[in-house]
């Protein structure tokens, strides 16, 4: 592979050639070996989401990670986040996404994100931006290659009162104007992301005007509640006011097709579904195969590392404390829970920004009639 390597890069001289092509052969790997086969895994996973903390600077209404902090306190040392992520590096991993909490408070973190960037790793942290500006010199330095932000609304008060915290819009819009005049060559990429509510959908075009003058790339995801180990853990009685009532459904994808009309880019799979996620998640477990236990791993602050935190059943896969990060990959449970999903038999559907990739392998001619090999009994 070395010599591969090699010849390529006489070819192919732009970095992100390289890690694209390293990418896809990691992928081709995973479908051969994890979804066809269900055998060990030469590489690891393509994606890796490292919630780092579950501390936090501010209350989100739609957030339980305070909760979550009780459950999972850090109990990863500098040393083992070092070395894992070294591990991450030779597993051939192609995105580590750092979220939480806050990721701003975990004291590893820049030490981490340097270690991955030696492996050519594309990294991204996800912040409230609330410390933004105090971190854009670590940020830089250590080679982020995107920022994501959260940001509710277009109106100050309106997003400091769904985060529980007066002053925060100010702040992020700060430390955002901050970070862009620092960087070099448009880098880090600073994304922008709305949770999709009541709040927020009756005027998702004026949020996307608004917030395109600001970032790189603005998105959205859906508000979601229950997700047992999971920042998106609050019960629907605790996203009251956020959340959408079934009789609600015909005026939501009224609006939602309002917004396709003037903003068409966004039309795709992962928006155009959104409103079934809320409404009709049957139809959609139907619809749309989950390729979780095949591409991603979650790795907890206390070491605990799932392939899915959406659905209670899935248990934890190891811990990283006590296995090694391809050990956990391969695991007999890994391979149980992978037996269950290429069969279709897990029953559930998770539509947060972090899977979306679900969406996406939906919309690609084929990609769900792949075969499935050496099947096993249950």
Known sequence: MNIITKYIKRFMPVQINIKIFSAVITLIMAMIQTLFFNIRASRGPLFVTWLVTFDCNISCKFCSTHTLKKKYPEEISHERAITLAHEIGKAKTWVVGFTGGEVLMWPHLFDVIKILKQYNIIVYIVTNGKLLRQYTDDIISSGVDS?????????????????NNDGLFDKLIDGIMFLKSNRQDKKPIIKVTTVLSKISIPKMSQ??????????IVSFQPIVGGYEDSPHGQSD????????????RSNVEKLIQDFFKTNPSYNTNYYSLISMFWFDKEMLIKKIKCWSPFLRLSIMPNGDIFQCVANPRYVSLGNINEMSFMDVWNSNEMIRQREEIRMHKNGCICWTQDTSFNALADSIPFINKLPVFNKRED
């Open 147 to 163: 920022v994501v932000v959260s940001i509710d609304s277009d109106e100050a008060k309106e997003h400091d009162n769904i985060r």
């Open 207 to 216: 949020i996307i005007e608004k917030l395109t003058l600001l970032a790189d």
């Open 237 to 248: 009685d605790n996203l009251k006011g956020l959340k959408f009532s079934l009789d609600e």
